[in-house]
């Protein structure tokens, strides 16, 4: 399954995987077959930041 391209739903699909099923972004990532770094810019333009400790996007 492709990663959706609108950021508020990125962030939901992203959090409920990370909340469901991986214990880090890096994870997730990975089985994802995606970048970190890309899912971060993304989310970061519309005031989320990933919390390691959380294990979830929060908004800044």
């Known amino acids: 399954m492709?990663?959706?391209n609108d950021p508020?739903?990125?962030l939901?699909?992203?959090n409920t995987r990370l909340r469901d099923f991986y214990s880090s972004l890096e994870e997730c990532c990975k089985a994802e077959?995606?970048?970190p770094a890309a899912i971060r810019e993304k989310l970061?333009?519309?005031g989320y930041i990933y919390s390691s400790d959380k294990n979830q996007f929060i908004h800044q």
Do not use: M, R
């Open 8 to 10: 508020f739903i990125l």
């Open 12 to 14: 939901s699909v992203i």
């Open 2 to 4: 492709s990663l959706p």
């Open 44 to 46: 970061a333009a519309v």
């Open 33 to 35: 077959s995606t970048d």
